[in-house]
Every structure is written in structure tokens, then in C-alpha cells.
């Protein structure tokens, strides 16, 4: 085991493994808690005042919003584990970190619980026919039920990917190399590989099951008459979209700060501007299917929902910015190759795309809400947002800085780092 | 057979044509009797009128509409091994692309048959399609029916296109291992391909943007299948989630088709070491992907009927589980949603009779889905006092054995007359050949009927030109041509071209050619197509100005559907357009260097160079390894 990693110590510095960001962690660290505590300082403040509806409508949003970028995460890790996948390997930690917040979002999850009057419409005036489904007590029990089940096995398959990695890294940096490890059995890393492959399917399924039923008590049920059976496939899909924005944006944010240079090429941003822009059309699909069964179709119950949201005002010009920010603008960009191989350019998109997933979901239950004048787009919404944002941030720095930045016992990642090499190599050679 | 040489793999995929035994040919007769049976039912449907098919008030669509979206459904896994796979890399699908590409082609033609089989008065079929009439009728581009068209069409014609192109390379192995007639057919339809750098860099290309753009349209069109129900308001028709619940249920249904002809097929042929237990058994997982998305589907749909508190779709839902129909349905969860999940335990994915059954039954299962939906719901709606049962005549029942019988005679033909498997893509999954492998094989290469002479070039036609000639040296070793190009390269000798049974990107390194202008074309007929089919529909409906459905005249909302198809039906025309003409096909007479050992085992390099020269290269390349240097006329 320790052979191995001499090895590969050979090509990956041992910085690389132990993380030294070239800026400085403590600095990213105060920024993103100070972002988080303005956050909470805004939460609470706002909830005393008049405007606490307002406060829960975003809480909400921003819940959902973040909650569905991290599963999104895990289950990106869950299909690289189920395809076998050998490209992604060098961002299967990346990735793992923006998973990281999924334990705090199931604490915050239980927070909605104190504003239940405000955000759900079917506690103060229950719905005739639907009480045995709406109602608080049960809405609580499934859901947790639902979400501890998806944190858990999200956790695991973070735990299991990176236990042999970090026992071995800790073992490596407090011993120099040469002494002969007695302990480690040469069975370990392939159980916990074992397992990886064994929950990953597990969590496949539970996403799409767990985000479908989030999907329909914290959004579809705020417009308790309103029903589509789609809605839950489009919240898990635009969900996996946004975390693939997220992974664009972490990948070309990290790729030269973390010194990943080498093991990060441009075919893999080429890679992942392709899947962007498959889920874009993806997301999108889901959306026109949605809209124009409802459209054809004409019924009172249903158009309802959309007609409020992109025929009234004030919400019609937000629509008609969400479907130019999350659908048309990605379209025509990531149709160039070369923009797709470049990553300040993916870092911006990716930031674009976060944004106008954002709205979209804003668009989604704000309007259902929202009984004041104009849109409820302020300094309140941008704080929050800003601790949400602040909070994601830190959960995943703190993991990136606790585990080894490339998963170096990871079978696959070990045959991507061949194929690596030979790239890189006549590069070398050509620019001696 | 050990498989480690090009030319033992030409051997061993064409071996399978043109020699039929007896059981294929009984196969045969039987497929054509079902054919015959099935015309005499249409033919009778049409002397008789509709009412010989058990269509009545209030089921007015019967089997032919389940039919008719079981055979579209089938085509769908065709497309997504050889297109969405290439996409993603994924290199088990080399063995299956060709014949999955097959099975689109023919499944989609049978399902074109059906709404045509439909019509009360098929003789005018053709009012259907939109050209300036007398009576200045067009057809509604708001209808779904009319998206139907425009997309199977569509579907058609990418698909059939796609499968051409994949297989002109085979298309020029078979013609350089026949002789005669057969040999002149396959040259015709090889479009002279020879293997030159140009030609295989363009084709790459194109075969890469036709990939991405089956892609989308492989799921527009069972999408736009799917919205002929959901678009209507009847409950257990309308509903949000049917695009992409068909057309997970259409890759279902076509997985486990592809896995009901590829397991006896490999049988047969003993091709069990190209079609591997690895290959079967990913089928397999990607069976229970699309069998838990549908069990996902079954499970929403059936929570918003309760849900939604409306008491027809609650009604319509719970019909279906204790109707008359519910044997069927309770089938179509068992067969769908539940079997396929034993595909979880290793040995039920690996062993060939479990996954022969399993797929059979999930093929009688999606048969039933597509019966329990259409009719169930067109037997149970609104008014209770025109609740009424369907059964399917014999006429139905007979139309859809012969569509049966017409599937798989297409595809037994299809066995016999083309290379049930890319040769060429199985060609780049092994190492480049060496000089040994040259000296192993150096007896006649593998040919179907009889030995080929190795006549090379002096049996083609010559062409003389005075003063210019180019020199061809043929080589077994791939890694003498790559050094050879770089010398003379170095040398500032012209290299006109390299020809290769497949293409190599070291090749096209060396070369130094550009991106492939192709895509420029299917850029150019993107745009042209959205505004072509969006100025039709644009125009069709301020000529026939009516209000229909309560829709306004122009709606962009559906006319998405009709400029989407356009665009990928104009852009894959015209990128195949680009990869022929850039190509320089079609050719009727193969060039003078032309070598058939080039479709099989060996490299030719094409030198350009004036008198002087003549000496100096001919040693050049004798000295890097080649086998035989010729002077080339022109």
C-alpha cells in the first residue's frame, strides 16, 4: 500500500495531496463566515418584523435551491461509479465536496418547520380531499424520512471514498516514506471500492424518489389545486443541471489555485462543457414538455399556475430573463468548441446558469407566496442568499482541506493518470 | 476464432454472408407467409372499409395505434447504442451499433405503415403531406397528428442516413471480397470509397454531428409520439410526464428487442467473441435504468391521480388496475417495472436463456403498456354512458403478424447482405497492425466466393497524363507509415494522401489536417431548415386562417416541434451532403492506386513527385518498410 503511494508520490507532489491553495485558506475562511453570519443575522432579523413571509419565501428558495445542487453532486459521483467512468476521476473529489453541505441542509430542512403558518397554505386553511397528504405532521415524517435516508447514503459514499485515502495520507505525512506499514490489509481499498459501487445505484434511486417528493410538498403543494406529474422529474433534473454549473464553476475556480494543472486537461472541461450543455437541453425538454401539455391543453386547474407566472405581472419580464439566462444563452455559448475548452469562460457561464437556476426556482414559489406589490428581489433575499451561499462554500472548503485533493487509491483514477501521462509527456518534450 | 489481426476480422464478420443454410431459409418462408397473411388483411380492410377492424364508439384507437408506438419505441434503442453511446465513448457498443442501427431503419419504416393502415380512405394518404392544392388545404401544424409526420419522417430519413454512413467503409470491404455483379452492386453503393485520410477525416466528422444530432431528435420523436395522447384531456391521456416516460419506455422495449435478435443472432453466427457476455450483460444494467424510470412513472402517476382529487382521473386510474383489462395491466408492472430488477443479481444478467426470456417478456410487456394506456383510456373516460370495450379483429390481429413478419424478414435480409457488425470500428479497438502480422496473412486475403487475384491497379482503367505521376508504396507495419510520412515531410516531398482500413488520428497528426469543414454545412442547414419548416407552418396557416381548438392562427408554442425537426432534418442532409462531396464521392471507377488490401490489412502512402525524384523515393520508401513500391499514371 505504502509501495503505492511512494509511486504515485513520484508524480503527485504531496502538496497536491494535503491541499495548499495559493490563496490563503484563512482568508477564504473568514469571508465565506462572514457572508454566513450576515446571513443568519438577516434571517433572524427579518422574521421579527413584518417582513418575515418574505424572509421564509427565500429561506425556502434558497433551501431547495442549495439542498438540490448537493444531492445533484453526490449523484454526479453516483453515475461515475455506475458507468464506470474514467474521465471524471480527477474531479471525483471536486465534486465530493460540493456534496459536502447535504448533512447542514437536512438540518436546515427541519428549520421550515418553525414557519410553517407562512410558506405552507394548507395549515391555516386545509384542502378538502387532500388532508390525509397535507398534512404537517405527516408532510415532516416522510420527508425526513426521506431526507435522512438520501444524507446518509450520499455520506457513506463520501466516506467510503475517501477512508483508506485519508488513513493512508495521515499514516504517510507523519512517517517519511520509507518505513514498511505492517498494518493495512490489502483487502481494504477494494471493499471500500466495493461499497462505493454498491451504494452508488442506492443513491441514484433515492435522488430521483426523495427529490420528487421534496418537489411535490415544498413547491408543488404551495399551489395546493395545482398538480403535473412531471414537476418532480424537472426539479431532480434541473437540479443535476445546477450542480453541473456548480462543478464547472468549482473545476475552473480550483483547476490553477489548487495547482491542478496536470491533472486536469482541457478535454476535461471540454467533457463537462458537453454535459452542461446535454442537461441545458435536458432541463429545457422537461420545461416544454410541462408547458405545452398544460398549454394544449387548456384546463383552468393547470394553466393557472403558469399563467400567473409568464402572462401577469410583475413576474412576466422574470420569466422571460430565466428562460434567456438557464436555457438560450448556454445553448448558442456551449455550442462552440473552443469556449468549452476554456475555463474562465465555464467559470462565468457556470456563475450565469447558478444564477438563472436560482430565479427558476424563485419563479417557482415565490409567486405562490408573494401577496405584496412587484417582485420580492431586495437586500433581505440577497443576504440570505449570501449566508446560504456562504455556508455551501465553507462546507466544501472545509472538505477539500481534510481530503486529499485527487482520489489516488481510486482504480480508475489510477488508469485516467496513465492516459494523463502519455498526454502530457510529448507536450513536454515539444516545449523542451 | 482468436481474433488479433485486421484481416482475421474481415474473415470472421464476412464469412457470415451470402452462404444461407437451411434454417434460414425455412426462417424466410415463414416470415414471408406472415407478410403474405398480413396484405391479404389490409388488402381486405381496404375492399371492406375500417369497420373490418374492431374499432367502435368510443375506442377509435385500436391495435394499429398500439403498433404503431410499439415499433417506434423499438427504433428508439437503435439509435441510442449507435448514437448516444458514441457520444458518451462508450466502447462495448461497438459490436452491436450496426445491427441496432438495423433494427432502427426497419422498425421505423413498419411503424410509418400504421397511420397509413389507419385511414379509412388510404388511396389519399398523401393530403397528409403540405404542397400548394386546389382546394388550399394544408395540413394543421398545430395538430399533433401533423408532428407525428413530420417527425417520423424525420426519423426516417437521420436514421436511415446514419446507418448508410456508418456502414460505407463496410460496404467497401464486401466490395473489394466479391467479384462480378455483386462487386459492382457493392462499388455503387460504397460510393467508391477508398480509404483516403480526406475521406475518413470528413468522415469522422460527420459521423460525430450526426450522432449529436440523433440525439435530440431520437427523443423529440418519441416525445411527439407520446404528445398525441398527452396533448388531448382525456384522464389517463393527459398528463405532464408522458414525453419522457415513453421514451424511457421506448428504449425499454427496444433494449430488450436488441437483446431478442442479438442472442440467437450471435448463436448462429458464433460471433461470441465479438458480442461478448460484457456486451449482454450492459444491455442488461441499462435495462434496469430505464425499467426503475418507468416504475418511477407508474408510481407518480398513480400518486396525482389520487393527488389532483379529480374524480375521473381517480376513476380512470383505478379502472385500469380492476377493469377489464387489468390482467393486462397487472402484466405490464410485472413484466416493465419488476422483472427486469432481477438483472441486479450476477447471474441472472450473465446467463443467455434468463436475459432471452426476460426480454421477451418485457417486449409483451411494453406491448400491453402501449394497450393499457391508448385503449384503456379511450374505453373509461368523462361520460360513464359511453363506456365501452375493444377487442381486435382478425383483420388487426393479422396486419400485426405480418408487421412482425415484415421486421424480421428486413432483418434476416439485412444478416445476409451486410456486415451484421462494424468492421471497421471493431478494426480500432485493436492495436495498429505490425510487420509480423503482414508475413502471417501474406496468403490471398480472405474472400467470400473465390481468390481474388492480386491483380492490384493494371486491371483498372488507366489514365495518362503526361509528366505528373505519384508513387504508391503499400505498407504492413502502421508504424512505418507514420515515420515515412514525417521523413518525407522533412523532406518537403508532397504526401498526397495516406489510405488505411480505418482511421487513425496519429495519421491525421501527421498530416496536419484542419477541423472539418462539414460542420459549417450542418450549421448552414440548421438555420436553413428552422426557417424553412417554421416559414411552411407560418404560411400553411395564414392561407387556411382558421381558429382551431381555440388556438390562436400563429402559435409559436407548437411550431417549436415543426422548426426542431426541420432543423435536424435539413442539418443532417446537408453535413451528409458535406462529408460526400468533400469526400470526393461518389466515384465510379476506383483511382489507380487503388489496392484492395486496403480495406483489409495495409496502409498505402500516395507520393506525388516529378522525374527526378522517382529514384530517391522509391528507396525511401523501400527502406521504411514498404512491401511493394508502384509507379501511379496520374
Known amino acids: ?432 | 476464432m482468436k481474433i488479433n489481426t485486421y484481416s482475421e476480422i474481415n474473415q470472421e464478420v464476412l464469412r457470415t454472408l451470402f452462404r444461407p443454410g437451411n434454417t434460414y431459409y425455412l426462417l424466410l418462408a415463414i416470415c414471408v407467409t406472415a407478410i403474405l397473411f398480413g396484405a391479404f388483411c389490409w388488402s381486405y380492410q381496404i375492399s371492406t372499409g375500417i369497420g373490418a377492424a374492431g374499432l367502435m364508439h368510443p375506442v377509435m384507437w385500436g391495435i394499429y395505434l398500439v403498433n404503431f408506438v410499439f415499433w417506434i419505441g423499438i427504433a428508439h434503442s437503435g439509435t441510442l447504442i449507435s448514437a448516444i453511446l458514441y457520444l458518451f465513448r462508450a466502447t462495448w457498443r461497438t459490436a452491436i451499433a450496426r445491427s441496432a442501427e438495423a433494427m432502427t431503419v426497419f422498425a421505423v419504416m413498419i411503424a410509418g405503415l400504421f397511420p397509413i393502415i389507419h385511414l379509412g380512405r388510404v388511396w389519399i394518404f398523401y393530403w397528409l403531406i403540405p404542397y400548394p392544392n386546389p382546394m388550399n388545404l394544408w395540413p394543421n401544424f398545430q395538430s399533433p397528428l401533423v408532428f407525428d409526420f413530420v417527425a417520423v419522417t424525420t426519423y426516417l430519413t437521420v436514421s436511415s442516413l446514419f446507418w448508410f454512413t456508418g456502414l460505407l467503409p463496410d460496404l467497401a470491404i464486401v466490395r473489394d471480397h466479391t467479384r462480378g455483379l455483386r462487386q459492382k452492386i457493392y462499388g455503387i453503393f460504397s460510393l467508391g470509397w477508398v480509404g483516403s485520410q480526406h475521406q475518413w477525416h470528413h468522415y469522422g466528422w460527420s459521423y460525430l454531428l450526426l450522432a449529436a444530432l440523433a440525439t435530440p431528435l431520437v427523443i423529440s420523436v418519441h416525445s411527439v409520439v407520446s404528445w398525441d395522447f398527452a396533448l388531448s384531456i382525456i384522464p389517463g391521456y393527459h398528463s405532464t410526464i408522458f414525453a419522457p416516460y415513453f421514451v424511457a419506455g421506448a428504449i425499454h422495449s427496444g433494449l430488450a428487442m436488441v437483446l431478442t435478435l442479438l442472442i440467437p443472432l450471435r448463436r448462429i453466427f458464433r460471433f461470441e467473441n465479438l458480442i461478448t457476455m460484457d456486451t449482454l450483460e450492459k444491455i442488461a444494467k441499462t435495462m434496469i435504468f430505464t425499467a426503475l424510470v418507468i416504475g418511477y412513472a407508474y408510481l407518480v402517476e398513480y400518486f396525482m391521480a389520487w393527488y389532483s382529487g379529480n374524480v375521473f382521473e381517480q376513476d380512470a386510474y383505478l379502472w385500469r388496475a380492476i377493469g377489464n383489462y387489468a390482467p393486462l395491466f397487472w402484466m405490464m408492472i410485472l413484466f416493465n417495472a419488476v422483472l427486469p430488477l432481477t438483472f441486479f443479481f450476477k447471474k441472472v444478467r450473465t446467463h443467455h436463456k434468463s436475459l432471452f426470456i426476460i426480454a421477451i417478456l418485457v417486449n409483451i410487456g411494453m406491448w400491453f403498456e402501449r394497450f393499457v394506456i391508448i385503449i384503456g383510456s379511450m374505453a373509461h373516460d368523462y361520460d360513464p354512458y359511453v363506456w365501452g370495450l375493444y377487442s381486435p379483429s382478425w383483420v388487426e390481429v393479422g396486419i400485426m403478424v405480418g408487421s412482425f413478419g415484415l421486421f424480421f424478414t428486413f432483418f434476416l435480409l439485412f444478416v445476409k447482405f451486410l456486415p451484421s457488425i462494424s468492421i471497421t470500428e471493431i478494426k480500432e479497438e485493436f492495436r495498429p497492425p505490425k510487420r509480423m502480422d503482414g508475413l502471417l496473412s501474406s496468403a490471398p486475403h480472405a474472400d467470400i466466393d473465390s481468390k481474388l487475384r492480386r491483380e492490384g491497379p493494371m486491371n483498372r482503367r488507366q489514365q495518362t497524363h503526361k509528366g505528373a505521376f505519384s508513387m504508391a508504396g503499400i505498407f504492413s507495419d502502421f508504424d512505418d507509415v507514420i515515420a515515412t510520412v514525417k521523413i518525407l515531410k522533412g523532406k518537403k516531398i508532397h504526401v498526397e494522401t495516406v489510405l488505411s482500413p480505418l482511421p487513425r488520428p496519429e495519421v491525421q497528426e501527421a498530416l496536419s489536417l484542419k477541423p472539418s469543414p462539414v460542420r459549417h454545412y450542418t450549421f448552414l442547414g440548421g438555420v436553413l431548415g428552422v426557417v424553412a419548416l417554421l416559414g411552411l407552418a407560418t404560411y400553411a396557416h395564414l392561407q387556411w386562417n382558421l381558429v382551431t381548438s381555440g388556438k390562436p392562427i400563429l402559435a409559436w408554442i407548437p411550431f417549436i416541434i415543426i422548426a426542431f425537426e426541420g432543423c435536424i432534418l435539413l442539418a443532417v442532409l446537408a453535413t451528409f451532403i458535406g462529408m460526400i462531396i468533400k469526400g470526393r464521392m461518389p466515384r465510379s471507377r476506383l483511382p489507380n492506386y487503388y489496392d484492395p488490401r486496403f480495406t483489409q490489412d495495409r496502409f498505402g502512402l500516395l507520393v506525388f513527385c516529378k522525374e527526378t525524384e522517382e529514384e530517391e523515393v522509391t528507396k525511401l520508401l523501400k527502406d521504411s518498410g514498404a512491401e511493394e513500391v508502384k509507379r501511379v499514371e496520374g
Open chain 1, 1 to 432: 500500500m505504502l509501495r503505492r503511494l511512494r509511486e504515485l508520490k513520484g508524480e503527485i507532489p504531496p502538496d497536491i495531496l494535503t491541499t495548499n491553495p495559493r490563496i490563503s485558506h484563512r482568508f477564504l475562511v473568514v469571508i465565506f463566515g462572514v457572508l454566513l453570519l450576515l446571513g443568519v443575522i438577516a434571517f433572524l432579523t427579518a422574521l421579527s418584523g413584518p417582513q418575515a413571509p418574505r424572509a421564509w419565501q427565500v429561506y425556502l428558495v434558497n433551501l431547495l435551491f442549495w439542498f438540490g445542487l448537493s444531492s445533484g453532486a453526490m449523484l454526479f459521483v453516483a453515475i461515475l461509479n455506475v458507468t464506470n467512468a474514467r474521465w471524471g476521476r480527477p474531479l471525483k473529489r471536486l465534486v465530493e465536496a460540493l456534496g459536502a453541505f447535504l448533512p447542514f441542509s437536512f438540518l436546515l430542512f427541519w428549520v421550515l418547520y418553525f414557519g410553517r403558518e407562512e410558506i405552507f397554505p394548507w395549515v391555516l386553511e386545509p384542502v378538502h380531499g387532500k388532508e390525509n397528504w397535507l398534512n404537517l405532521p405527516f408532510l415532516f415524517v416522510r420527508d425526513g424520512v426521506g431526507l435522512f435516508l438520501l444524507t446518509v447514503s450520499s455520506l457513506a459514499l463520501s466516506y467510503y471514498s475517501t477512508k483508506k485515502e485519508k488513513a493512508i495520507l495521515s499514516k504517510a505525512v507523519r512517517y517519511s516514506g520509507n518505513e514498511q506499514q505492517g498494518s493495512g490489509k490489502e483487502g481494504e481499498p477494494d471493499r471500500c471500492w466495493r461499497l462505493q459501487v454498491v451504494l452508488s445505484p442506492i443513491v441514484g434511486i433515492l435522488y430521483g424518489l426523495v427529490l420528487t417528493l421534496v418537489a411535490f410538498d415544498l413547491i408543488m403543494s404551495l399551489d395546493p389545486h395545482w398538480f403535473s406529474t412531471l414537476f418532480g422529474g424537472y426539479f431532480f433534473i434541473g437540479s443535476f443541471y445546477t450542480a453541473l454549473a456548480a462543478l464547472v464553476c468549482l473545476t475552473g475556480l480550483s483547476w490553477k489555485v489548487m495547482g491542478l494543472e496536470k491533472f486536469i486537461r482541457p478535454r476535461h472541461f471540454h467533457d463537462l462543457g458537453k454535459l452542461l450543455f446535454a442537461f441545458c437541453l435536458m432541463t429545457g425538454y422537461l420545461f416544454y414538455s410541462q408547458f405545452l401539455v398544460i398549454w394544449y391543453g387548456n384546463i383552468h386547474e393547470e394553466t393557472k399556475y403558469i399563467i400567473h407566472r409568464i402572462h401577469q405581472s410583475p413576474w412576466e419580464p422574470l420569466a422571460w430573463i430565466i428562460l434567456g439566462i438557464c436555457f438560450a444563452l448556454p445553448f448558442c455559448i456551449l455550442l462552440s468548441r473552443k469556449i468549452k475548452m476554456r475555463p474562465t469562460a465555464m467559470v462565468a457561464l457556470g456563475a450565469i446558469i447558478l444564477a438563472g437556476m436560482w430565479l427558476e426556482r424563485f419563479i417557482l414559489i415565490a409567486p405562490s407566496l408573494w401577496k405584496g406589490h412587484g417582485i420580492p428581489l431586495g437586500m433581505i433575499e440577497v443576504l440570505i442568499t449570501g449566508g446560504f451561499f456562504g455556508a455551501m462554500a465553507l462546507t466544501s472548503l472545509i472538505y477539500l482541506k481534510t481530503f486529499p485533493l485527487l482520489p489516488f487509491l481510486d482504480p480508475l483514477f489510477q488508469a485516467e493518470l496513465k492516459v494523463i501521462r502519455a498526454e502530457v509527456e510529448p507536450e513536454n518534450t515539444r516545449n523542451k
